[in-house]
């Protein structure tokens, strides 16, 4: 004769909460991510340029933030290595460069400040402009060509990150803005040869 095993409604809801918690936690993760995208090379006649755009980087929180006039600064850090097939790649160049947005709620205008771009800060009442100017990179030097080898091949390392800002004195014990402070993409790759 078989017996039935029974387990009462709260033993499985045990179970359950902590599994449906992980699935939640990783699809809010996943949400949030931030990616870049469009990535592309290019030249002049003396420089390796690159151009992407940063997508998901301003999630609902960190909008938020940029509204209540908290400085967000979105770091990206561009090296170059040429290949080896058998050693240690070698790094040709790094650069790292930032871009700032502020709302400044008495004028309702947001100032971005892209050093890498243009020494004066830019200014919009459109949110949706200076969203643009923070993801939008563009025409920024990697190399002076005349470091490259003709027929090696290289590779383009990129990340972006969410700066971590000094918040004011009264935030910095709230754990809405400290939980959404540590972003940035992963690492980015790519290969071409020159």
Known sequence: MRHKIVF???TIMIFLIPICLV???QASWAKDKIVLENIR????RDDLLTYFTVKGAFTPKITQAVQEGIPTTFSFYVSIYKIKNF???QKIAGIEFSSTIVYNSLK???TVTRP???PKPSSTKSFEEARSWMTDIDNVQLVPLQ???KDKKYQIRLQAEMDRTILPFYLHNVFFFLSF???KTDWYLVNFTY
């Open 108 to 110: 309702k205008e947001y």
């Open 116 to 118: 890498w771009k243009d």
């Open 147 to 149: 470091k490259l080898i």
């Open 41 to 44: 090379l290019a030249n002049t």
């Open 23 to 25: 699935i939640s936690v």
């Open 181 to 183: 402070w540590d972003v």
């Open 87 to 89: 050693w240690k790649d």
């Open 8 to 10: 009462p409604i709260h």
